[in-house]
């Protein structure tokens, strides 16, 4: 899988998730968590990280299937450490979706939204 961020985030992976999920749901888009690389590395034990090579690391990825008005659902990665999250889609394997539902996740993703409710 190939990985080309679109847009950037200047926070950690959660607080960007939290903020991509509000920001789909304003535009009438419906985004499902089916990945956290952090629930995942906990289930395993002395799991160190690869690039870092500890097990206390802040790498993190998740993967959001995001569904619009078309039948299939459009995957999005969010990878994040040091305080820096991406956004890529899931390209390869038959994996891009549909080209009217991308520019309506990045259209709403790009938005300018108030802060995040609390």
Known sequence: MILSPFLTFPCDCDKACRR???QLAQAGL???QTFDLQSARHALS???CPPHGTAECDCQMVVLLVYGKAEEPLTLILHG?????WVSFAEGTG???DAKLMSAV?????????????
């Open 81 to 85: 450490n040091q305080g820096v999250t």
């Open 106 to 118: 990045q259209a709403a993703l790009k938005a300018n939204l108030p802060a995040l409710p609390r």
């Open 46 to 48: 002395e799991c160190p």
């Open 20 to 22: 991509v999920q509000f």
């Open 95 to 97: 994996q891009m979706g």
């Open 30 to 32: 419906r985004a499902v």
